[in-house]
């Protein structure tokens, strides 16, 4: 069936660098895109959205981008700090009728 | 409350037992989501109430889960004769309304989740 999936499940970036999460979806007629952040112990937060009439799209110091050519967007996280560890979730909010359809996230981890 | 109320945060049970697991939603919230999360795994959609419609159980893993919501405001999502493969985090979230088309993902709240541990 349909779905939306991450290409590492962990990362590991030093403090300081650009973090990259990628994510690829499968289903074609997905427009609508959402990464969420989910901090240990709770439930996850939106971080950026993205259309699919647009390619990029910025927020604070994340950058969403979207390949539709090749079903894949990234999510880049700017001058990565401790406050960023945390486990990051690509969805997609149009498949079908089920309401978000999320990958099975990327944790990210910050080294001092 | 000013988010999206779980409870219990944390539930240790033994197989075969029943469970019930309680979400209030953020007032006045007419939709309201139940996923769950496996460790490791990403978010499983289970179940959806949209106001008064009928729910959307599409999601649900087996009729031994059920969930209902009362008045339109708290939900309970039950567990009869629990397995070791439900131990999982359960996640609810509510919004103000689902709508595919104009859906926003940062209207959408979640609370903290009920770990359930079956053993």
């Known amino acids: 069936g349909e779905s939306v999936g991450l290409h590492l499940p962990t990362l590991s970036v030093q403090e300081g660098d650009n973090s990259i999460i990628n994510c690829a979806y499968s289903?074609?007629?997905?427009?609508?895109f959402i990464w969420y952040k989910q901090e240990s112990g709770k439930g996850p937060q939106f971080i950026i959205d993205?259309?699919?009439?647009?390619d990029k799209r910025q927020g604070q110091r994340v950058t969403v981008l979207l390949n539709k050519t090749v079903k894949h967007l990234s999510l880049q996280i700017a001058a990565t700090q401790p406050g960023d560890s945390a486990v990051y979730f690509c969805?997609?909010?149009?498949?079908?009728?089920?309401?978000?359809?999320f990958g099975k996230g990327t944790r990210l981890s910050v080294i001092a | 409350g000013a988010g999206v109320s779980q409870s219990p945060s944390n539930k240790v049970t033994e197989k075969g037992k029943d469970v019930e697991l309680r979400c209030d939603p953020i007032?006045?919230?007419?939709?309201l989501y139940w996923y769950r999360q496996s460790l490791g795994q990403g978010l499983e959609f289970l179940i959806y109430?949209?106001?008064?419609?009928?729910?959307?159980k599409s999601g649900l893993p087996s009729d031994r889960f059920s969930a209902e919501r009362t008045g339109g405001s708290v939900s309970t999502l039950t567990i009869q004769r629990t397995q070791q493969e439900d131990s999982a985090v359960y996640l609810c979230?509510?919004?103000?309304?689902?709508?595919?088309?104009?859906?926003?993902?940062?209207?959408?709240?979640f609370g903290e989740g009920s770990w359930l541990t079956v053993v």
């Open positions: 969805a997609d909010a149009r498949s079908g009728n089920t309401p978000l359809v």
């Open positions: 109430f949209q106001g008064n419609s009928a729910p959307d």
């Open positions: 979230a509510s919004s103000l309304k689902w709508d595919r088309t104009y859906f926003s993902g940062n209207t959408i709240y």
């Open positions: 289903n074609s007629a997905s427009d609508y």
């Open positions: 007032s006045g919230h007419t939709a």
């Open positions: 993205i259309r699919s009439n647009m």
